[in-house]
């Protein structure tokens, strides 16, 4: 069956970096698109962006190219988020996400469990 | 500022159906396909509806999906406490070139 596991609970100070990784498993991991949606506390879902798992390239919404890198490792079928130079805003419950777009994304099927980042001093 | 605009909130009794709206612009619900979510508090969200009224395996037929121009709706019938969460439409946007997320609505079952 389709998983995507993500890390754990990260506790980082402002200005620091996070690395937030999602191992997929169950399906051909690059006939899919991954995508990375956060939710801030009290707010709703909010899309990041998408690598498509086939090219390896990246797009980013609007806001978030720069500090928000997103990759992926065929080898282990597993992609990254990583965010640097983190702000309290920063702070969210990061989803990974499957979607059947092969050009961009159409709907997602698969979540991972969602990981916590709490940025604070 | 979300792009797709959906009710706060709706609430109805047990058994009874309720719609929740998702209205939007040409550039997204316009010409690209719609999906729902449902997300309950501490879980990660699942798709309900894909392509404007699919229904995923395991999705009951108490959930409905249609579009109409620039809006979407998704329809629950049946309404139980179960049903109790927030309900996101999305979509891609050609202008942005991002996929967009409304705003969410809570449903209250009373």
């Known amino acids: 069956q389709v998983q995507l596991v993500q890390s754990g609970s990260e506790l980082k100070q402002p200005g620091a970096s996070v690395k937030v990784s999602c191992k997929a498993s169950?399906?051909?991991?690059?006939?899919?698109?991954l995508n990375w949606v956060r939710q801030a506390p009290g707010q709703g879902l909010e899309w990041l962006g998408w690598i498509n798992a086939n090219t390896g390239i990246p797009t980013y919404a609007q806001g978030f190219a720069g500090r928000f890198v997103l990759s992926l490792d065929t080898s282990v079928t597993t992609t990254y988020l990583q965010i640097s130079s983190l702000q309290a805003e920063d702070t969210a419950v990061y989803f990974c996400v499957r979607d059947w777009g092969v050009l961009v994304p159409t709907y997602f099927d698969y979540w991972g469990q969602g990981t916590l980042v709490t940025v604070s001093s | 500022q979300t792009v797709l605009t959906q009710p706060p909130s709706v609430s109805a009794a047990p058994r009874q159906k309720v719609t929740i709206s998702c209205s939007g612009s040409?550039?997204?619900?316009?010409?690209?396909?719609v999906s729902w979510y449902q997300h309950l508090p501490g879980t990660a969200p699942k798709l309900l509806i894909y392509d404007n009224n699919k229904r995923p395996s395991g999705i009951p037929d108490r959930f409905s999906g249609s579009k109409s121009g620039t809006s979407a709706t998704l329809g629950i019938t049946g309404l139980q406490t179960g049903d109790e969460a927030d309900y996101y439409c999305?979509?891609?946007?050609?202008?942005?070139?991002?996929?967009?997320f409304g705003g969410g609505t809570k449903l209250t079952v009373l």
């Open positions: 040409s550039f997204n619900i316009g010409n690209n396909f």
């Open positions: 999305g979509t891609w946007d050609s202008s942005l070139g991002a996929w967009v």
């Open positions: 169950g399906y051909t991991f690059t006939d899919y698109g």
